[in-house]
């Protein structure tokens, strides 16, 4: 089972919105609502702020939206701030009950 | 508040087996998914598998052959074992709650880093 594809890199200005794609196929994202974005800073572990493609845990920001089109998922960060500044990963529940990641986007706030 | 808490020794010889420890602390319910995941340095995340507190496991296709999850449930503990590791093992290795479908995982242990070396 191939990964998900992430752009490796995103930048973007305090205050502006970005975007980070993430594309799967039909086995993956295409048939399921079970894409979840991680945001992980450096020397740290892994932190759901996305789930079920657009739901958020508790305690994240409403900054942070996620969207679904087809077999590609995206996460939309409005408002960007320097501590938005970190890696992020998609994941998506695969047909053959798996879990499969996206290879990460590393998002720098100019 | 769950916390998760990785052990295990930082250095593994080569052919050997990698077995690692999830503590489990401020549980009460027994209806939770239990994963472990990797991240060689500088890369990204990977999925190894899971057990249900009832005892059901799934693995991660590429790593099943070499990856046993068990638990032990009156230590609220669930181990890890990878055996016949090489370099392509080493990684940090996290423990998390939850499911890998509707939910997500979470929260994640602080990881534990594994070398594969002689």
């Known amino acids: 089972q191939s990964a998900l594809t992430q752009p490796a890199s995103v930048s973007g200005s305090p205050g502006q919105s970005i975007t980070i794609s993430c594309t799967g196929t039909?086995?993956?994202?295409?048939?399921?609502?079970?894409v979840c974005w991680y945001q992980q800073h450096p020397g740290k572990a892994p932190k759901l702020i996305i789930f079920?493609?657009?739901s958020r845990p508790s305690g994240i920001s409403n900054r942070f939206s996620g969207s679904k089109s087809g077999n590609t998922a995206s996460l939309t960060i409005s408002g960007l701030q320097a501590e938005d500044e970190a890696d992020y990963y998609c994941s998506s529940y695969t047909r053959s009950s798996t879990l499969i990641f996206g290879g990460g986007t590393k998002l720098t706030v100019l | 508040q769950v916390q998760l808490q990785e052990s295990g020794p930082g250095l593994v010889k080569p052919a050997e087996t990698l077995s690692l420890t999830c503590t489990v602390s401020?549980?009460?319910?027994?209806?939770?998914?239990y994963n472990w995941f990797r991240q060689p340095p500088g890369r990204g995340l990977e999925w190894i598998g899971y057990?249900?507190?009832?005892?059901?496991?799934n693995y991660n296709p590429s790593l099943k052959s070499r990856v046993s999850i068990s638990r032990e449930t009156s230590k609220w503990q669930f181990s890890l074992k990878v055996t016949s590791v090489t370099a392509a093992d080493t990684a940090m290795y996290y423990c998390?709650?939850?499911?890998?479908?509707?939910?997500?995982?979470?929260?994640w242990g602080q990881g534990t880093l594994v070398t594969v070396s002689s």
């Open positions: 039909s086995s993956d994202v295409g048939i399921y609502s079970y």
């Open positions: 401020g549980e009460s319910s027994t209806d939770y998914y």
């Open positions: 998390a709650r939850g499911s890998i479908a509707a939910g997500g995982v979470q929260p």
């Open positions: 079920d493609v657009t």
């Open positions: 057990i249900f507190y009832s005892g059901s496991t």
